[in-house]
Structures are given as C-alpha cells and as structure tokens.
C-alpha cells in the first residue's frame, strides 16, 4: 500500500490558515474554512530508495517552506516492466554509440 508522511511546520500552516480564512471571508463572506489548498508547492527531492523487501519506492525531501515530506509507493509488476523496457532502450543506444566509438578508435590506431 502506497502511503504518504507529512512534517508540517506550525508557523507555516498557521500563516497558510489566516490567508485562507481571509479568502473565505472575500470570497463566501464567511470565516470558516473546510478546506485548505496547497497547490504549487515545490518539492525539493533529496533523495530516492527501493525497498527491495516491500517492493516499494520511497522518495523524500523539502516541501517548500511547509515542512518535509516522504512518499512510499508500491510498484506494481507493470509499472516495473515498463521501467525496465525504457531503461533497455536506453542501453540499447548507449550499446550502438559505444560500438561505433569502438570502430572509430580501431580505425584510428
């Protein structure tokens, strides 16, 4: 199961709270809030790991100035297929541009 962790810094929220409050009241002409919206936030990753034993992909790091976030997701059998397909491609290419180097270092010599 895919789940995120969220750390979220009090003074950052509260701040978020007040200018949403302040939207409700020009927008609904009320003060109460059901909801808060965080869109755009950046997300600095600082890092990647595969749980081999789980199968999951865990990616970490800064979410803007509102805390530190990590995310587990399960990796599905096709997702992992396609992941390796696009990598072999990869390769594939990589295999033919050192093939040709080869060639042109021989003729060289």
Do not use: C, P
Request: glycine share 8%.
């Amino acid at each position: 199961m895919s789940e995120v962790n969220l750390i979220i810094h009090e003074k950052e929220l509260n701040k978020r709270k007040e200018e949403a409050v302040k939207l409700a009241k020009e927008q609904y002409g009320g003060d109460r809030i059901d909801e808060m919206s965080f869109d755009s936030l950046n997300f600095e990753v600082e890092g990647f790991e595969f749980d081999k034993e789980n199968g999951e992909l865990l990616v970490y790091g800064n979410l803007e100035k509102m805390g530190w976030i990590s995310i587990n997701l399960e990796v599905s059998m096709d997702i992992a297929i396609e992941i390796i397909e696009f990598y072999m491609k990869k390769l594939g290419k990589l295999k033919t541009k050192l093939g040709k180097l080869k060639t042109i270092l021989e003729a060289s010599k």
